[in-house]
């Protein structure tokens, strides 16, 4: 994989250099609103540089698909605004920064990039600074960041985590096995969703029945899979909450999320907050994805197709050079 390079005449030698990759992630599962969050191996790897002798803040390089190109090159950058907002609240000076990142997740597709993108810049910031904060303090930095758990969990810890925040604002966080049988497809249309449209689309007040429904298919999913009732996960990712209201959003959506049971195809959902939706399988992915994609393509928007692997692993990181 290749990392852009350090700026020529703008970083002295031996300037502290070091490295994160952070999975992207899906949330939701359909009932798990704001409190599901499942990592997949598909990457953000970014490389921070300090600079010497700057004038600005922060300097980006990203490549990847071409839509990488958009992403702000300077402070205005979300990973260095998260970088910033830890400082901030860890009482600290932020360096002067070249950030380099080879960006594989697309964006505002519901695949967790912005989750990412903050704890990266995060876990940056420890780095670069060699402070050293307690993971559950890094998880509630984000939470406050992102405005909710699930994707930034499942960035941090990596693998099926369930987040819940407590009465203070503090965040909990409970890493679960998520079982190897199951696949995950995500299609995805080939048009995006920004996260604050899809937020307004939901209403502000919900009814006893709704919340009943997706109280009882939350549980239900964490039994189907803690005893490996497979049977009950079509079940166990229906929803009330959400997922109706932001169908709308994108032509075939609605069509994507109303499809039958299928060979191989065990649980349907919307990824995140969309557009894209993301299957649960155990086999005939092909097939699945294929059905799913066409709900899209008969309105004539393209899709693209990933078979994804679940990450275990979250955020990584490493020290490149030091002082």
Not at 221 to 249: G, I, K, M, P, Y
Request: charged letters at 20%; aromatic letters at 6%.
């Amino acid at each position: 994989m290749a990392i852009a390079t350090e700026p020529a005449g703008e970083t002295r030698v031996g300037a502290r250099a070091v490295e994160v990759r952070v999975p992207a992630s899906t949330s939701n599962l359909g009932p798990g609103f704001d409190c599901f969050g499942l990592a997949f191996q598909l990457y953000l790897t970014i490389r921070a540089t300090r600079i010497a002798r700057s004038r600005v803040s922060c300097r980006v390089r990203t490549i990847g698909p071409k839509e990488n190109a958009k992403l702000p090159r300077t402070s205005e950058n979300l990973i260095f605004r998260a970088m910033k907002y830890v400082a901030n609240r860890e009482g600290e000076q932020l360096p002067s920064v070249y950030l380099a990142a080879h960006n594989e997740i697309p964006i505002s597709r519901g695949l967790g990039g912005s989750a990412a993108a903050i704890v990266g810049g995060i876990k940056l910031f420890t780095l670069l600074t060699n402070k050293q904060i307690p993971e559950n303090r890094l998880l509630q930095y984000a939470t406050e960041f992102e405005g909710h758990p699930d994707n930034v969990a499942a960035a941090l810890l990596g693998g099926f985590v369930v987040t819940c925040v407590g009465p203070l604002g503090n965040v909990i966080a409970v890493k679960r096995s998520w079982p190897p049988e199951l696949k995950i497809v995500v299609v995805s249309p080939d048009t995006r969703v920004e996260t604050r449209l899809a937020r307004a689309a939901l209403p502000r007040v919900v009814n006893h029945t709704d919340a009943v429904y997706n109280l009882q298919r939350s549980a239900l999913f964490n039994a189907a899979l803690s005893e490996r009732r497979f049977d009950l996960v079509w079940e166990a990712t229906r929803d009330r909450l959400h997922q109706q209201r932001r169908q709308s959003l994108v032509p075939g959506l609605a069509e994507a999320l109303s499809l039958p049971k299928m060979p191989g195809l065990i649980g349907l959902a919307l990824s995140g907050a969309g557009p894209s939706v993301l299957a649960i399988v155990e086999d005939h992915s092909e097939s699945i994805s294929q059905t799913i994609a066409n709900c899209f393509q008969q309105h004539g928007i393209k899709t693209s197709i990933r078979r994804l692997e679940v990450d275990t692993d979250g955020c990584r990181s490493r020290v490149l050079r030091t002082e």
